[in-house]
Structure formats: structure tokens, C-alpha cells
């Protein structure tokens, strides 16, 4: 459990990191808010029509008693509703990062500045990091609906399903998200997606203690939009972890100059915690 303090450490270091910027904070909503009135538009179409939607999809209950019916399609009415917001929690992650995409990698390099060091550029024109971020979030959305599916189907199980599986469903989608907001950093390394998976197995407890509360808190749509650039902080100082990059020269100077860091004598950037290897 304590690799999974770690994980939650880093996110509480990236919203501290955020707070101490501001002009990077103010950038980073900008995507959130974007992404945040497309899902609301698409999340409210589904919640008018949810219930229309599964009576549509299951005309064999038509002939049941009145009770058993409305009880049947008020549970899978729920079950929908559920399955779309948690596809949501893990999508909305992607997307966001899509579209601001030049936003954060600017914000992940100036946390890598911050700590001093060798700050990574992939050296890619803009088109094809978009190409190569749709591509690998789409495998991602896709290893999400399988095991949404799975949980889903899980969910019909009684007692399980209603203690255990949203457990689980929290978990991956907690997992998932901490590999979407990574791969800012990573990309910028040339780690592939199997590569980053990889990584964030061989650190699984951190990985959770980093996404599954982002997870719980992105249920809540407003506070995934100013959580979001605080996250992208977090994972890119986890990222220094997970790669043994902790340890750089100190702040630059025109970091200081331009008020992204405080002067010589002050706080120095994000207080690194301390770590050890999770073989588990």
C-alpha cells in the first residue's frame, strides 16, 4: 500500500506544481471546458432518452407483469446510465488530451524544466503527434470497452455486482486514465504504447494510487476540467520516477526570469518524493 501513497503523492505534487504556475493552469482549462460542454450536450441526450432506449432493446419484457417489467428495465436503465458515465471517466481523458494536445506537452515540458535536466522533445511535427495520440487513445477506448463489457456483464451477478464490480470498474478505469495523462511524457520520450504498458504494470500499486482517485473525482464533469492540467503535472513527475530520471541540475534561469519558477532561495520546483521499486 505504500507504492500506492507514492502514485497518490505525485498527483497531489502536480496540483501544487499547477497552483504555483498559474499562467499554465489558466492554459490547461481551456481543452477541460471545451471537452466539458460536448460531453454534458451528449451525456444529457442519453439521460432524456435512456429510458426510451431500453425498452427499445428489450421488446421480450413487453409481456411481463407490470412490476417485474418496470423493475427489469429501471435496473438496465441504471446499468446504461452507469456504463456510459464510466465510459465517460476513461474517454473524456483522451479527448481532452486530443484537443489541447499542444497545451500539454508544453505544460509536461516545463514541469521536466523545472526539474532540471534534459528536457525530451519527440521532434515530430504537430500533425503526427496527433495522428500517433488518436491512434494509440483509440486502442486504449478499446481495451476500456472490453473490459467495460465484461464488468457490465458482471453487474448482473448478484451481491458482487453491486460491491465488487464497481471496485473493479474504479481500478481500470483508474489504470487507463493514469496511462492517457503518462503518455504526454512518454510520447515525448518515444515510448510506444505497448512500451508504456509495460511500465505502468511494473508499477501497478503506484499506478492506481495515481489514477484511481482522478477516477472517483472525474465522475464529478467540473472537476475533471480543473483537475486536468494538475494531473498532466503529476504524471509527468511519475514518469521521472518510473524511468530513473529523478536527480537533475537545478532550474534554469530563464524558467525564473519569466515567473515560471520562484528565485534562487525559494521553493525550487516540485518537492520529489521519496521511492522504492514495487516488484509486486
Known amino acids: 500500500m505504500r507504492d500506492f501513497g507514492v502514485g497518490f503523492g505525485y498527483l497531489v505534487q502536480g496540483q501544487k506544481w499547477v497552483a504555483r504556475h498559474g499562467r499554465r493552469f489558466g492554459f490547461g482549462l481551456l481543452p477541460g471546458l471545451l471537452t466539458l460542454v460536448l460531453y454534458l450536450a451528449a451525456t444529457g441526450a442519453l439521460a432524456l432518452n435512456a429510458t426510451e432506449l431500453t425498452a427499445w432493446a428489450t421488446p421480450f419484457a413487453d409481456d411481463w407483469s407490470e412490476l417485474w417489467r418496470d423493475i427489469f428495465r429501471n435496473a438496465m436503465t441504471a446499468l446504461l446510465i452507469g ?106 520520450r518515444g515510448v510506444e504504447l505497448r512500451e508504456r504498458l509495460a511500465l505502468l504494470r511494473g508499477r501497478r500499486t503506484a499506478t492506481l494510487g495515481f489514477g484511481v482517485p482522478l477516477a472517483v473525482a472525474f465522475v464529478v464533469p467540473f472537476v475533471a476540467v480543473f483537475l486536468m492540467p494538475g494531473a498532466v503535472a503529476g504524471a509527468t513527475l511519475m514518469v521521472r520516477d518510473l524511468r530513473g530520471e529523478n536527480g537533475g541540475t537545478e532550474p534554469e534561469e530563464d524558467d525564473q526570469r519569466d515567473g515560471n519558477l520562484s528565485a534562487p532561495g525559494g521553493d525550487q520546483g516540485v518537492h520529489r518524493i521519496p521511492l522504492r521499486k514495487d516488484h509486486s
Open 83 to 188: 456504463f456510459s458515465l464510466f465510459l465517460a471517466v476513461v474517454t473524456f481523458t483522451a479527448v481532452t488530451l486530443l484537443i489541447g494536445q499542444p497545451f500539454y506537452e508544453k505544460l509536461s515540458e516545463d514541469v521536466d524544466r523545472s526539474e532540471g535536466g534534459e528536457v525530451p522533445e519527440s521532434g515530430l511535427p504537430l500533425w503526427r503527434e496527433l495522428w500517433i495520440s488518436g491512434r494509440d487513445s483509440l486502442r486504449i477506448v478499446l481495451r476500456v470497452a472490453f473490459y467495460s463489457v465484461l464488468l457490465f456483464a458482471c453487474g448482473f451477478i448478484p451481491v458482487v455486482g453491486q460491491t465488487v464490480v464497481p471496485v473493479l470498474g474504479f481500478c481500470v478505469s483508474g489504470f487507463f486514465l493514469a496511462e492517457e495523462l503518462t503518455a504526454v511524457a512518454l510520447q515525448r
